[in-house]
């Protein structure tokens, strides 16, 4: 078991961090090709990759918002005056720049392609910018930012509170919290809140709007794994019995994948057999809370080292982030336009996606000072 000390910069957790993000551009680039509703489609457009994306849905999010608890936790213990307002801004500048500089050129392409607007971005960007409400969007919007307008929400709610935070956190890191968490209880106990939600206020909100304003049930959700992970970073009970967990936890995680996997695939005959609809609402989040236990375990024993890499995506991999996916839409609609077989448009818009955002981030945003904020890159970088 690797011994960690609380206080010194977790490797792993930032490798988690980037590895959570890479997987949510690789995601977004998937539902460019599944038949779920999304900004625009390839004319390759199916069920094909839809399982995948499936298993991977109930913990992508749930993993980042964890890791941003943990992240703060660590970023307050150090902090100086003035950081809820120095916060603040790195998260709301971007939020910011994205919906207004980066996000358009996504709604303007859902529109066109659905019929709704005439050819002509600097018409459609006007009407963007003043709010028209003249279609099957809302104007402006903020997309896939939306978890960075939620990241500002709940760290605006929680740093005044981080005093009594703490001291919860604190009483925690203590012998009776290691034993209840002993014997592998750590894969299930923390998950058994989640099941508790997905029947209750899963089904009183039953809707992710991404919205803010009418998201009940996810705020639920994203606010709970963020609060663990502001409770649970230095936690190092936590992290001993998460450390036991590192041969259990992945085959636990991989047998209920096996068994949701069969549950989804049998949806037409499961839908109408209650007991089996049950099971399957019950163990997505318990799957959701074991995959996470196993990152963090697989981690902690591998990833907990220094490397040069990783101090460079730290910085880089939130610019991704905000660039990605309207990388995707412009070049998804670019490919689009050559009839290519889904074999080489595919790889082509993985190239595409990360390598417009490692050219856009390298030589540009690095290299123009006042444009680092607006992508949430500290200046010194």
């Not at 203590?174 to 209840?180: G, M, Y």
């Not at 995680?253 to 549950?263: H, M, Q, T, W, Y």
């Amino acid at each position: 078991m690797t011994n960690l000390n609380m206080d010194t910069r977790r490797y792993d957790l930032d490798w988690l961090r980037v590895i959570a993000f890479g997987l949510l551009i690789f995601y977004h680039i998937g539902m460019y090709y599944v038949s779920w509703g999304w900004h625009v489609k390839s004319i390759h457009a199916g069920p094909f990759a839809e399982p995948l994306m499936m298993l991977l849905n109930p913990w992508r999010l749930p993993l980042l918002f964890f890791i941003s608890g943990v992240a703060l936790k660590f970023a307050v213990d150090k902090a100086q005056d003035g950081f809820i307002r120095k916060r603040f801004f790195r998260l709301f500048i971007p939020l910011m720049a994205g919906v207004f500089l980066i996000v358009p050129p996504q709604a303007y392409f859902e529109l066109l392609s659905k019929g709704e607007i005439a050819a002509g971005y600097l018409d459609f960007y006007g009407k963007y910018v003043t709010a028209d409400q003249s279609y099957s969007i809302i104007l402006p919007t903020w997309n896939h930012l939306w978890y960075v307008a939620y990241m500002l929400v709940y760290t605006m709610l929680v740093l005044p509170l981080m005093p009594l935070i703490g001291r919860w956190a604190v009483a925690m890191d203590a012998l009776w919290f290691e034993r209840l968490m002993s014997g592998g209880r750590v894969l299930v106990l923390p998950g058994l809140l989640f099941v508790l939600y997905r029947f209750t206020t899963d089904r009183w909100f039953p809707n992710e709007t991404h919205a803010l304003v009418d998201d009940w049930g996810a705020h639920v959700r994203y606010i709970s794994y963020f609060l663990l992970g502001i409770l649970l970073a230095k936690n190092a009970a936590f992290w001993r019995a998460v450390a036991l967990t590192r041969r259990a936890g992945p085959l636990l995680a991989l047998g209920l994948a096996v068994v949701l996997s069969a549950l989804w695939a049998n949806w037409v005959w499961i839908s109408d057999q209650p007991a089996f609809v049950t099971v399957a609402q019950a163990l997505r989040p318990l799957y959701a809370w074991v995959v996470i236990a196993a990152l963090l375990a697989l981690g902690q024993q591998h990833l907990n080292r220094k490397n040069p890499l990783l101090a460079y995506l730290t910085t880089a991999i939130f610019a991704f982030y905000i660039l990605h996916q309207t990388i995707i839409v412009l070049a998804g609609v670019t490919l689009s336009g050559f009839n290519l077989p889904v074999a080489v448009e595919f790889p082509a818009l993985v190239i595409i996606t990360f390598g417009g955002c490692y050219v856009f981030y390298e030589f540009v945003i690095r290299r123009v000072g006042f444009l680092q904020p607006l992508f949430g890159v500290p200046r010194k970088s």
